[in-house]
């Protein structure tokens, strides 16, 4: 699985990446949303029924122009020929691109180079279903194309046929390989089509290859993990910089694509709403009211208004609500927040769905997440596997929840990351506030080899006080910045949910389009009515200690109605008094008081907890 170190210095390149990289995309060039994926049946061109396309070798090397068959528009332009690549591409134009050899030239890291990255005014208008180092597979290699149809209804087909990866190490995980591009006549869609992919090798390290438009205004990336099947992929109106964070169309000797999968863009049509993702989460508890939103984006060619969207939740809780977006500018996307609705079941299963439409493009309208109901869990991870890269070399990571009424944190559920030299450390799960302070820490763990790639639950000794409202649950390491945490996808990502702390910052994932959701799960447990003097000293802290002009004293779910604050002398006299109150912080005003050992006495109801307090001026 790749790996993603979310660094401080990194974040501040990827900002500075991330908004040079995101080119505005043309009212008629392709977008994410008007992209989908199905499997149909693939139909391979045979030399009978095409035209073979020469090309100098079947390494590295550009053919000649070839004809389309028909004016095909791509940007806003009319192009009648396309240049075609070995190495899974083709340029629209009488012109090939700058280079034969344009490819991804390492596996793993975030920008490695290939004809989306390159800045070269040659490398534009380019089509590409399987860009990678391709070389002749186990039979010999050819590339052909066939112009099939009638006016104004034609298909162009361009076909790879029997190619294999070359990337480094020198193991081929593809054989032999089969796909093509089809360029629709009129309508303007384009088309990838796989065909029979071959294994070949075992897995050594995931590998990269590209596919997706680009152009002079934008791009569509395709891209996945290398442990989904293609039947994961996501697309992003931007380059590889962008949201997907260097995860490109990564793939293994075990997910390579389906006989017949299909990728097909459409261009955007005047009136085209679509789902882009839907903000829930995969565990809600019994009883807490949940509020879902979805981001909705006009994927047309014109302005919409009074845009209907609605909410259904089916299963072990059924919901209805809709909302409406009174106007939604070309390009424009909107965050809907709909009613919340309040789980009676503390087991069973939700399926959430939001929907627009219908209009011109009915792939997009609608968006699903998958929700399991709990006695008192929570988690933004739906039930399926880790698919993201795994997040590492920060301080910590950690998420937010809220709780309508006061409990205490009994565990943190955390997904430990895989394939990296992690067994030995050390890390912990954390209790914190909003700024990523440590408030209360689990036991830790010594990651063996059993904890990669899965699940481990932290419990607390003794389980903090969680006032109603916001709280925050996260993952440090003991170890310097030794930990890899389990992610899922979320593009693109919500905001005010997942945060990372770095060189004593906090950094939002929404605030570098970080487009991963962190697994980490929450379980709360009732707050006891009544605490014994152990417990309540556990949620009381005095910092600093010793201290000098001020003191601070934090209460944290003592459950106290009423708390006084009373600082004794050596002899027993009070010299200060002040009140305080539960899930706050009372400054204490030390200056009057000479040096020496005091004894901080603490009221809670009818209950008194003393603590020693040193001054030192």
């Not at 090397?61 to 899974?88: E, H, K, M």
């Not at 087909?157 to 020198?170: F, G």
């Not at 997009?364 to 993201?388: F, I, V």
Request: hydrophobic letters at 40%; aromatic letters at 8%.
């Amino acid at each position: 699985m790749p790996h993603f170190l979310l660094t401080a210095t990194r974040v501040t390149a990827l900002s500075a990446l991330l908004t040079s990289a995101a080119l505005p995309v043309a009212a008629q060039f392709y977008s994410a949303a008007g992209t989908t994926t199905s499997v149909g049946t693939y139909t391979s061109l045979t030399a009978a029924a095409s035209t073979d396309i020469a090309t100098p070798n079947t390494d590295d090397a550009n053919s000649a122009p070839q004809s389309i068959g028909f004016s095909f528009r791509y940007d806003g332009q009319a192009f009648t020929q396309f240049v075609l690549n070995t190495n899974g591409f083709i340029r629209l134009g009488d012109m090939p691109p700058s280079a034969p050899d344009l490819f991804m030239t390492a596996n793993s890291t975030m920008y490695p180079g290939g004809p989306f990255a390159s800045t070269d005014p040659a490398d534009v208008n380019l089509i590409a279903p399987f860009n990678a180092d391709l070389q002749q597979g186990t039979s010999p290699t050819a590339y052909r194309v066939a112009t099939t149809g009638t006016a104004p209804n034609r298909v162009c087909t361009i076909q790879w046929t029997n190619v294999a990866d070359k990337l480094t190490p020198p193991i081929p995980y593809i054989g032999n390989a089969e796909f093509q591009v089809k360029l629709h006549e009129t309508t303007n869609i384009i088309d990838f089509v796989y065909g029979p992919f071959v294994s070949s090798g075992t897995f050594v390290s995931f590998r990269t290859s590209i596919a997706g438009l680009k152009s002079t205004n934008g791009f569509v990336t395709v891209w996945k993990n290398s442990i989904d099947p293609f039947s994961n992929i996501a697309f992003e109106s931007t380059n590889y910089a962008g949201a997907s964070q260097g995860v490109h169309l990564n793939y293994r000797p075990t997910t390579l694509p389906e006989d017949g999968r299909t990728i097909s863009f459409a261009p955007p049509a005047a009136n085209d709403a679509g789902v882009l993702a839907v903000y829930s989460q995969g565990k809600i508890p019994q009883g807490v009211p949940h509020v879902v939103m979805a981001r909705v984006v006009n994927a047309g060619t014109q302005a919409l208004t009074a845009l209907a969207v609605t909410l259904n939740v089916t299963g072990a809780t059924n919901f209805t609500d809709a909302q409406t977006i009174s106007s939604l500018a070309i390009g424009d996307t909107a965050l809907v927040t709909f009613t919340a609705y309040t789980p009676t079941a503390a087991t069973g299963a939700n399926t959430v769905t939001v929907s627009v439409g219908p209009d011109a493009t009915l792939a997009n309208n609608t968006r699903t997440y998958t929700q399991e109901l709990t006695a008192d869990t929570y988690a933004y991870g739906t039930n399926t596997p880790a698919n993201g890269p795994s997040l590492g070399g920060i301080a910590k990571i950690f998420v937010r929840y809220a709780t309508p009424t006061a409990k205490v944190l009994n565990s943190a559920r955390i997904y430990i990351g895989s394939g990296m030299p992690l067994v030995g450390q050390t890390v912990r799960a954390i209790y914190t506030d909003a700024d990523g302070n440590t408030l209360t820490p689990s036991a830790d763990l010594v990651i063996a080899a059993t904890d990669l790639g899965t699940y481990h639950t932290f419990t607390f000794a003794t389980p903090p006080a969680v006032p109603a409202g916001d709280f925050y649950v996260g993952i440090e390491s003991v170890d310097p910045m030794q930990f890899y945490l389990g992610t899922q996808t979320e593009s693109p990502v919500r905001t005010g949910a997942y945060f990372a702390v770095g060189s004593g910052n906090v950094i939002e994932f929404s605030a570098i389009r970080l487009a991963l959701r962190p697994l980490i799960e929450a379980t709360l447990g009732a707050a006891p009515n009544g605490l014994n003097n152990a417990a309540l000293e556990q949620r009381i802290s005095v910092y600093p200690n010793p201290a000098a002009g001020q003191a601070s004293v934090r209460l944290q779910g003592t459950n106290a109605k009423h708390a006084v604050l009373t600082i004794l002398d050596p002899l027993g006299r009070a010299v200060h008094t002040a009140a305080a109150a539960d899930n706050a912080t009372q400054v204490l005003d030390l200056r009057a008081l000479a040096n020496g050992l005091y004894t901080l006495r603490i009221a809670l109801d009818e209950q008194i907890v003393t603590k020693r307090l040193v001054v030192q001026q």
